[in-house]
């Protein structure tokens, strides 16, 4: 099933650093429902920060000004190896994070990108990039947090995470609720034969 990009925000001027204790989060909104499958992010590199991990969390609060991650991790969390990522200050590249187990998304409820790099420290960090001057997507903001997710502080809601979100599309029969996916949909019905078509 082919995948399509949902929310996104691809301006970046800026970066901050995540490692150990401090992790961050990019809160976003979908306007459509839909099953996430994947995110796309942006880093450089200070050192060797090692694993990347990457979730997604509700989110508690104003979407686009002070909404930050609650409870725990929605999906599994999804990998990746940083060590190759650019090391210059204004260089970086972008990093896939599949999900092997999707979740669906309700339309315009806000959810949050959780982004941490548990195995670094002050000389080996993570620069995730980021918008930081004037408004590049309403629906969002980053945050922080310096004690493991425990506690979150929004930051200013004209800042935001390079992001990038990915999905499928489902159906629901009536009376069925969000949580039934169809992988495909009747197109024709002739001579009783049945023709269907991947969503």
Known sequence: ???TE???QTSDNEYVY??????????????????????????GR????????????????????TSKPTGNDLTDVATADSDSLPTGADDSSTIDFTF?????????????????????DVS??????????????????????????VDWSATDDTQDCYFREYGTKYFAMPGTGPDVQY??????????GFWYEDI
């Open 1 to 3: 099933m082919a995948e």
């Open 6 to 8: 949902y929310e996104s």
């Open 18 to 43: 995540i490692y150990s204790v401090n992790w961050y989060s990019q809160t976003f909104t979908p306007s459509i429902a839909h099953t996430i499958t994947k995110v796309r992010l942006k880093f």
């Open 46 to 65: 200070y050192g060797l920060p090692g694993t990347i991990s990457v979730s997604i969390r509700a989110a508690t609060g104003t979407a686009g000004s």
């Open 100 to 120: 092997d187990s999707p979740i669906i998304l309700a339309a315009n409820t806000t959810y949050t990108i959780v982004i941490r790099a548990l195995g670094g």
């Open 124 to 149: 080996n960090k993570l620069r995730i990039r980021y918008w930081k001057y004037g408004e590049k997507y309403a629906d969002g903001n980053r945050a922080s947090s310096d004690n493991s997710g």
């Open 183 to 192: 992988k495909k949909i009747l197109v024709a019905v002739a001579n009783s």
